[in-house]
């Protein structure tokens, strides 16, 4: 794929007029984002001298070095695959080359060098009896790996070196020699192109890279750099690093790949892992769908952090986008306003006097008479109970106040729920009392005081009770922290002298049976069995989603100022190190839905992270940068507007598919952040049909009977014949379609094409987003013709051996492939599919050079003489159609392409005809479909970055338009929503009749 510079902070180095900006990577997670490099002064073959770049590869990366003179307009000087090799770069010369020796004739003028390929290898022996080597790389034409078994072998001294690099030609040529035998293929792949010319060149001088071997290599550079640049001129240079390669597209990376073949114990039993080699154990089912790197559950290609065990789940969660609905300020009893404490999984806001929920504020009942006053609310749980601190109004049963005189003290208290009175919290006549002596209801302590972790979900809480001791005669009164518990029958607490530690004020509780606080210097987590004390103070331990097969996860997030994040691995239960985990660095809350609230205002998922506005799509500019509050354990997020004390509640909302690829995309919200325009979407999308059939899909969000959703769709149509309907479900089967009018003459009040916010309300309170959308597309039929093309020559039998003869010569194949299209494109994009198969057959030889190879297309609207040829020998009277396929009898392929080609301007579709041993017909009915998708959409594939739609960062073997191998298991057929306005507008001019 061309590489692409991802927005990330760049390393830059200046050297005597010389910027290096050296720039990475398009992955998810790599094991550093910058090559390893240095300066050093190289003799060139002029005898002159060069300052020179010279970097470390890592193997699997493909590098890109680029110069320029004005940081506008770069220019490519070589392009190369990490093998683990260094690389030099010439920047600027240090010494001329001696002058020629006097009398002799000027040097003659330099000749200008020839084009050079830089190729990287791996070469190791072939396991078996028939010997040889094993050759493997990425292909030239970048149409993924290639591996070939050839004769001759390298000798002994071969194994001395590391890396081989040396030149022969045009060919430059780096040689990684693993000594470990593999398996040679059953058949070498046809060769086209610069892979077969290369390898041919490889073949032809291995003999003499023997003898030159045994000669040694001091170092696996590229020998004398070229010639050196003018000295005067000012010249910027960059390295771009592609750390996405996947040479077999069974995706899972090069990069990744290479390092497990290395000696990752984690690969799967009877996998390997070979960059060049999609499906190592042959089951049909790509490597990186099988391969775990990291062991955590999740395969390669769906892990964002492949050697990072912890990122698994966080990966494995939906693409939210936020449904907002705003809060004004609370209004506490007493008057003045008040900013919120924290919200729970239900949606519930707590204020110091008051909750919201659903767009109404419900006063609490702050005294009861004789017992308890001047409350004040501090944490709520899932099931509305309330602790808080109060005044009480009666002395603790065992006495108190000091010198005669009766205090009342500040104490405990506790709401049964919303409408209950205050209680205070006390167990055998001793009063709960609060942690912190002083708690104020708008002015928290720093850290960042968690309101939410003062009351865990099973009723604990942290308090100080009473107890008196004898010290020298004398009656002393002493507070004990303890581990209460509201109960059926009242409260309980739990002594531990841990807790009364001096070092460490234990005032949380949260996760499974763990509790935790801070000191001026530090943190301490305090669990049933286990402790770790923090060298700094913490500002929360939430609980993350777990990894596969493991109990929920605390990570401790630090303090600002500290962004470090630590996680126990293993759990704590096994005695886990807490390990910092620099993936979620500047994290400080993180829900089970996988999405962490990161410093003041961005939100992240995985490894992608941005602000705020950017997951709630078109926010009201004053909430669109807001101060956050807390993350409820199941996704729910407060928030504060910075210029005021009003807030907003946001809740993660999701629409899917009811099956795979049947008209919904979410798909799209997982490309990379910085990459906006390469098809990400900012809302979720549902295609809605313009008539017939509704389309069906889900709603996944936070709502339930007690939080009940209104959608709001506008003029579209729920199943109820309206467009409002009501969800009060997690995950809600909804369906939806645009009216026609009863009179044909009529326009539609929504068009084709159209794009149409689909509203929320939770209560009274409106969404001041918009996370969901449909897009309207009228139904059409799309008029195929279908020709077999049998290659005749003279003297010979038509067609190769191996050409599959069934398509189309079956009878039903037309109705077959008609249903197969249809299947696909109906639901994504409301299209049938009617194929005509023409019944004879046409019959020529148009192979004008006689090199056996179909020659395609050599632009988008430009065809080749061969298509010329074909083109021409169709008969006249043909069905009308909108797009033509032409299946070819040929068992060589065609040059530049795997099972077919499209010529997207004129609508032509080539297909290669014959088994090559794993052809079948339902992988010609998929590379059909393949090549029709490239005359709806455009040229391209997203798997090697060519396509306008790339989606960096996401499963590419999902798609549709993605050069997957014919192999695959149950490959992907998935359009996005920037394909469907590709298709809205293909469809518009080739298939609608033409206005009036």
């Known amino acids: 794929m061309t590489p692409t510079i991802a927005r990330l902070p760049a390393l830059a180095l200046a050297i005597t007029g010389t910027l290096l900006p050296l720039t990475g990577p398009a992955r998810a997670q790599m094991p550093d984002l910058l090559p390893h490099y240095w300066q050093e002064t190289l003799p060139a073959t002029d005898g002159s001298y060069q300052r020179c770049l010279v970097f470390t590869t890592i193997p699997g990366v493909l590098y890109t ?176 690093a592609d750390w996405s390669k996947d040479s077999d597209e069974d995706g899972s990376p090069d990069w990744l790949e290479f390092a497990d073949a290395a000696g990752n114990p984690l690969v799967l039993v009877g996998l390997r892992s070979d960059a060049f080699d999609g499906d190592t154990n042959r089951d049909g089912v790509a490597d990186g769908s099988q391969v775990d790197s990291d062991g955590d559950g999740q395969p390669n290609i769906s892990d964002p952090a492949p050697q990072d065990p912890v990122i698994a789940t966080l990966a494995a969660a939906p693409r939210w986008r936020y449904a907002v609905f705003q809060i004004p ?176 004020d234990m005032i949380f509780a949260g996760g499974t049976d763990y509790v935790w606080g801070w000191n001026t210097v530090g943190s301490r987590l305090l669990t049933t069995d286990d402790s770790h004390d923090f060298t700094y103070p913490v500002s929360r331990i939430p609980q993350m989603p777990a990894p596969a097969g493991h109990p929920g996860v605390p990570v401790a997030f630090g303090a600002d100022g500290v962004p470090d994040c630590l996680v126990p691995l293993p759990p704590p239960d096994s005695g886990a190190v807490w390990q910092p985990r620099e993936n979620l660095k500047r994290g400080r809350d993180v829900a089970t839905n996988g999405v962490r609230l990161v410093g003041g205002h961005e939100l992240a998922q995985d490894l992608r992270q941005n602000v705020f506005r950017y997951w709630a799509v078109n926010v009201p500019q004053e909430i669109e940068v807001p101060q956050f509050v807390n993350a409820a354990n199941n996704g729910w997020i407060l928030a504060r507007e910075l210029s005021s004390l009003k807030s907003l509640a946001a809740m993660p909302v999701l629409l899917e ?213 074909i083109l021409g020998a169709r008969p006249a009277g043909q069905p009308v159609s909108n797009i033509d396929v032409f299946i070819l009898g040929t068992s060589v392929g065609f040059a530049g392409a795997a099972w077919g080609t499209t010529a997207v301007l004129q609508r032509n579709c080539w297909i290669v005809g014959d088994a090559l041993g794993i052809r079948t017909l339902e992988t010609m009915k998929r590379t059909i479909a393949h090549e029709i998708g490239h005359v709806i959409v455009g040229a391209g594939h997203p798997d090697n970055g060519t396509s306008e739609f790339i989606l960096p960062g996401t499963d590419y073997t999902r798609r549709l338009m993605s050069n997957v191998p014919a192999q695959t298991t149950n490959p992907g057929v998935l359009l996005i929503k920037a394909e469907w306005e590709k298709v809205e507008a293909w469809m518009a001019k080739n298939v609608d009749p033409p206005a009036e």
């Not at 009893?333 to 239900?346: C, D, K, N, V, Y």
């Not at 059939?693 to 009977?705: D, E, H």
């Not at 009228?778 to 049998?790: G, H, L």
Request: overall charge negative; charged content about 20%; hydrophobic content about 35%.
């Open 657 to 869: 598919d009811d099956a795979e690829a049947t008209g919904t995309d979410s798909f799209s919200l997982g490309g990379n952040t910085w990459f906006p325009l390469q098809g990400t979407q900012e809302k979720s999308w549902v295609m809605v049909p313009l008539g017939g059939p509704s389309a069906t899909f889900k709603l996944r969000s936070l709502a339930s009977a007690t939080n009940a959703l209104t959608l709001d769709a506008g003029d579209l149509l729920f199943a109820n014949g309206t467009g409002t309907t009501e969800v009060n479900e997690p995950v809600a089967m909804l369906s939806l379609q645009a009216p026609v009018p009863a009179d044909p003459a009529t326009e539609p009040k929504v068009a084709s094409g159209a794009a149409v916010n689909i509203g929320l309300k939770l209560g009274t309170a409106g969404c001041v987003s918009d996370p969901l959308a449909g897009y309207v597309m009228k139904e059409r039929t799309v008029k195929v013709n279908v020709y077999k093309v049998i290659k005749q020559t003279p003297a010979e039998p038509d067609n190769p051996p191996g050409l599959m003869d069934t398509p189309p010569d079956e009878p039903d194949f037309g109705t077959q492939l008609a249903s197969h299209l249809t299947n696909i494109f109906k639901p994504q994009i409301n299209a049938n599919f009617q194929v005509n198969v023409i019944p004879i057959p046409l019959t020529l030889n148009w192979d004008r050079n006689n090199d056996g190879v179909f020659q395609p297309n050599v632009s988008e609207d430009q065809q080749s003489p061969e298509q010329e040829l």
């Open 329 to 504: 300020a609370a209004v506490s009893l007493g008057g003045g306003e008040h900013a919120p404490h924290m919200i729970t999984s239900q949606g519930k806001v707590l204020f110091p006097s008051s909750v919201w929920s659903r767009g109404a504020f419900k006063n609490l009942r702050m005294t009861r008479t004789d017992e308890i006053q001047a409350s004040f609310a501090l944490a709520m749980d899932d099931s509305g109970q309330i602790l808080g601190v109060g005044t009480a109004m009666r002395l603790e049963s065992s006495g108190g106040g000091s010198g005669g005189m009766a205090t009342f003290p500040t104490v405990n208290a506790w709401w049964d729920g919303e409408d209950a009175e205050p209680l205070i919290a006390e167990s055998n006549g001793k009063f709960a009392r609060p942690a912190v002596a002083a708690i104020p209801p708008d002015s928290p302590p720093q850290p960042p005081y968690p309101f939410d972790s003062l009351l865990a979900d099973d009723t604990r809480f942290m308090a100080d009770h009473a107890e008196t001791m004898s010290v020298g005669g004398n009656t002393v009164r002493v507070d004990v922290r303890a581990l209460w518990r509201r109960t059926a029958s009242g409260f309980g607490f739990t002594d531990d002298e841990r807790y009364s530690e001096e070092d460490y």
């Open 65 to 240: 070095v680029e110069s320029s003179q004005d940081m506008l307009t770069w220019t490519a000087e070589s392009t190369l695959y990490g093998m683990g090799h260094d690389f030099a770069t010439p920047l600027f010369q240090t010494t001329a080359p001696p002058p020629p020796p006097a009398g002799d004739p000027p040097p003659p003028p330099p000749v200008p060098l020839p084009s050079f390929r830089l190729v990287s290898l791996r070469m190791q022996p072939a396991d078996g009896p028939e010997g040889g080597s094993v050759v493997s790389w990425p292909s030239l034409s970048g149409s993924g790996g290639l591996i070939c078994h050839i004769p001759e072998e390298l000798t002994a001294d071969w194994y001395g070196i590391p890396l081989y690099f040396e030149s022969f030609g045009t060919w430059y040529f780096f040689v990684s020699h693993p000594p470990q035998p593999v398996d040679p293929p059953a058949e070498n792949p046809a060769l086209n192109g610069d892979d077969a010319t290369m390898l041919a060149a490889l073949r032809e001088n291995l003999p003499l890279m023997n003898q030159h071997i045994s000669a040694s290599v001091e170092r696996s550079r590229n020998a004398p750099p070229p010639a050196p640049y003018d000295p005067a001129s000012r010249r910027f240079w960059r390295i771009k």
